[in-house]
Structure formats: structure tokens, C-alpha cells
């Protein structure tokens, strides 16, 4: 990160810091069907509470693994996709109870996150869904702006890229994730494609389909939606 950009990111994010506060209050206000995207980047569904720790313009700062600024049973939705693999295993946990902590009851959460068991199959078992999978993430290496070792990705690197790549890390199997879901209070868990929904609150809303594509999104993640 060049001086330029130190000087426009870290003003920005310690106003956004002092502001995140008011910007939760005013959204609670204005909103009696509240919804939240957590780790949102650039993803901004429109009537969505949007929040990240390094907030672009349009989400407000807030940390997911305890969301303190939020009262209990607040929320009618929260998404969580493609987030929760970027935090240690422990903070990842948190980040469940706080979901279900500020979710109103009859709440829906739904969590988007890659799939280890796919990333398994590729080195022990590669069948046609896993040739599949790395056919696609070899074209799509360049989109994604991934660094490559090489002049092909082969599986292995495939693997260490969802890994690390991306700034990874932890990598759950769908079974465990239904664990800490199941813990944290949440009564039903419905499996669904990564770039599908059951709940017509998702709809149009997920934003790592839009980026990968829909196939390899599918192809390299799953998706539960849990009730409270």
C-alpha cells in the first residue's frame, strides 16, 4: 500500500469508526424489516444493513464477532457469505452466537462459505464435479486477480490457493458448520446451492455468484439457511 492510499484508507476508516454507532441506530429506526450483510465489501443490497470492518462508502463499520451496538432480537435476515472462512475457527463460532443473539425469533440466517470436503476430492478422489471445478477456477484466475505459480494451476495449487489466496482461515465441511449453527441456539438448518435460497429475502442480494460465476460458485461452496 503506497502513501496515497494509507492516507485516504485510515482517516476514512477511523471516521467510519466514530460513526458506526449512529449509522446503526438511524438503520434500526428507519427499518422494521431489518436485514444485515456481514462482511459486505462491495456487495450493498439495497434496504440491507451493510457492515465490514474495512468499510467502502455505503457500509458502515461494525465487528461481526460481537456486534455489541445491536440490541437482541433485532434482525428479520442476516447474511453471511463468503465471510466467515476469513476469521480464525473461534472467532468464526462467536460470529454464530452474535448472529443469533441479534436475529428476532422466526429469524433466517443464511451462511455462504467454501466447501472443504470439495477441496478434499480434488487431491484423494477427483471425480468429474472436482475436474470440473478446477477447469473453472483456471479460467477464472485472472478475474479474481489470483497470483498463479506457474503456467497451469493444477490441484494441488488449487487447494493451497482457497487456503491462503484469498486470505483464508478456516475452511469448514458442511457437517461442522451445522455443529456451531446447532449450538448456537438455531432450531432448523435447510442446505441449499450457494447461489440459490430458500428464503425470498436472499433473493438477488448474494454477490460472490455475480464475481465467480454461478457454476464455480456452486461448484466450490455451500450454503445453509438457519431459523431461530
Request: aromatic share 6%; proline share 10%; no cysteine.
Given at each position: 500500500m503506497n502513501l496515497k492510499q494509507l492516507i485516504r484508507r485510515y482517516p476514512y476508516k477511523y471516521f467510519k469508526t466514530l460513526a458506526?454507532?449512529?449509522?446503526?441506530?438511524?438503520?434500526?429506526?428507519?427499518?422494521?424489516?431489518?436485514?444485515?450483510?456481514?462482511?459486505?465489501?462491495?456487495?450493498?443490497?439495497?434496504?440491507?444493513?451493510?457492515?465490514?470492518?474495512?468499510?467502502?462508502?455505503?457500509v458502515v463499520y461494525l465487528d461481526a464477532s460481537s456486534m455489541s451496538l445491536i440490541p437482541n432480537n433485532t434482525f428479520d435476515a442476516v447474511l453471511c457469505e463468503h465471510m466467515i472462512e476469513h476469521v480464525p475457527a473461534d472467532v468464526g463460532h462467536r460470529i454464530v452466537n452474535s448472529i443469533y443473539r441479534i436475529l428476532k425469533p422466526g429469524g433466517v440466517a443464511r451462511f455462504v462459505t467454501p466447501d472443504l470436503e470439495v477441496l478434499a476430492r480434488m487431491i484423494a478422489t477427483p471425480k468429474d464435479v472436482e475436474n470440473r471445478y478446477l477447469q473453472l477456477f483456471r479460467e477464472s484466475v485472472d478475474k479474481i486477480g489470483i497470483s498463479i505459480p506457474g503456467p497451469e494451476i493444477s490441484a494441488v495449487d488449487c487447494v493451497n490457493i482457497a487456503f491462503h489466496g484469498y486470505g483464508h482461515q478456516y475452511i469448514y465441511t458442511r457437517d461442522e458448520l451445522k455443529i456451531h449453527i446447532t449450538r448456537a441456539g438455531f432450531t432448523k438448518i435447510l442446505d441449499t446451492a450457494a447461489s440459490d435460497f430458500d428464503n425470498v429475502l436472499f433473493d438477488s442480494v448474494q454477490g460472490h455468484g455475480p464475481l465467480v460465476g454461478t457454476e464455480l460458485n456452486d461448484l466450490e461452496s455451500f450454503a445453509l439457511e438457519a431459523i431461530k
Open positions: 458506526s454507532p449512529i449509522e446503526i441506530r438511524r438503520y434500526i429506526a428507519n427499518h422494521d424489516r431489518r436485514l444485515l450483510n456481514i462482511g459486505a465489501a462491495r456487495n450493498r443490497p439495497n434496504g440491507w444493513l451493510n457492515i465490514d470492518l474495512d468499510p467502502v462508502p455505503g
